[in-house]
């Protein structure tokens, strides 16, 4: 880590009095097997949350050699699968990865590009094309080409929403305004090669960002432009490129490039992993700033993605090595909480791919991984840790007064329940609640609230115990 860069995670982890903070495994965590395990390591889903709370989830399933689907899956807010596999289209020759978007109206878009296999449809030209639905049981397949493109097949498809509710749409280095026959690409970059592109819109000025990597010899890293309503000056990302063996050098990024906005304040944010040959830490750079923060340290095997949360927060996820872990920051993202330890899927052998949605709170964290001898998608559900101290740290043997502070990564958590020595506290709009306890000695404390896992500490103890809580339902994996 250069001495220049500070590290978030450095600034978080801080411990105060009788509270220990600390990152942590979550021992028995679920995981949901989203695809089949006959899946190739390069597939990748689309995410969306719907109006009723569900995560919508797109991804494509190989049938024969020769032929594949395009499927749907929901899960509901406490992590649960609510909607097996259905079908958005079938039988195709091939698809790209697609994307998802919620319009306006509240209608889930799935926009993706391939070649149906069928001479003279204009669904066998490589374009874009596009199917919608009310409600993700019943898909309807917009009618042909929607791009003068017929290349558009030839990598995984981003989309986003403009802040007047059009989509933007991008394949390797192409983007296009709106859906139509007529909607004409261009190019953000001239020369070969841009791979991967992600796209992602400011809430408070409505502009979306494209983000995508390039291996050209004179443009080499991940760049970001603004490319809606018009066109901005293509930027570097800071801490992409690496000098290694005295020439500049960057690793590949094999899924799309993981841009995210905030919920209903500014700033767009990439995720991406630091270092050449071998990746040295997991980075997010907010577009405009003239450096990346550090999140965590990794020890190369590293994949990352960002996703907004309530109140302006962020959630990284990232893969290190053999780990899956995730962190979520405060509401001006300025601090990042203990990086939570999330396992790995059963017979985990490697991980391609890992992305997150954490807009309802919790994070759904969907890693492709190889386990068990196949390739597939792996779904669990991660929730947000809380922060809790005490003053003073130790009471005397006759007891006394005590208050208790309770955070969210440094913000205030209000009514948040504590249990202490028989008595049930909440907490006021300053994190905090007091009482009185009879004697002092080792207390144990608890706090919950709403969608967050349990914490606990030791009242007069050295330090204190916190731990990443587990849904109470026991099941048994998915195969």
Known sequence: MRKDRISAFALAC????????????????????????????????????????????????????????????????????????????????????PALVLEKDGRLRVVFSGLSGVSGSPYNAGS???????????????????????????????????GKGVPIVAWGGSVQTGLSAKSQPRDVQTGCCAYTPGLATDASTGEVLMGWFSNADKALGIFVET?????????????????YGGSAQSASVDQQIPLSGRISTSGVFLAFCEGYPTAKSVDLWQYGQAKPTVIAGVNGGCRAHVSAGPEGRLWMVWSNGGKLLAARSNRAVSRWGAPIQIGTPPGWDATYRVKGEGSAGPLDVFAHVGAGGGVSTWHTHVLPLLAINAAPASLATGGGDVTFTVTDVGDPATDATIHVAGQTLTTNASGQASTHLAKGGLIPVSVTAPGYAETTMTLGSAAAATHAGTRTTKRKPKK
Not at 24 to 43: E, G, K, S, Y
Not at 47 to 70: C, E, I, N, S, Y
Not at 227 to 243: I, W
Request: aromatic fraction near 6%; hydrophobic fraction near 40%.
């Open 14 to 97: 801080c411990c105060f009095l009788s509270y220990l903070c600390h990152g942590q495994t979550a021992p028995a965590r679920q995981w949901t097997r989203i695809t089949p395990p006959n899946d190739i390591n390069t597939n990748e889903v689309a995410l969306v949350r719907g109006r009723d709370a569900q995560l919508h989830v797109a991804w494509k399933r190989q049938t024969t050699p020769q032929k594949m689907d395009l499927l749907h899956t929901a899960i509901d807010a406490d992590g649960n699968v609510v909607v097996e596999a259905g079908i958005i289209v079938e039988g195709w020759n091939s698809l790209t990865a």
């Open 128 to 162: 874009v094309y596009s199917a919608v639905s009310a409600d993700g049981h019943n898909w309807k397949l917009v009618p042909g080409q929607l791009s003068t493109s017929g290349y558009a097949y030839t990598g995984p498809t981003a989309a986003a929403l403009d």
């Open 227 to 243: 490319v809606s309503p018009s066109a901005g000056e293509k930027t570097l990302a800071p801490g992409s490129v690496t000098v």
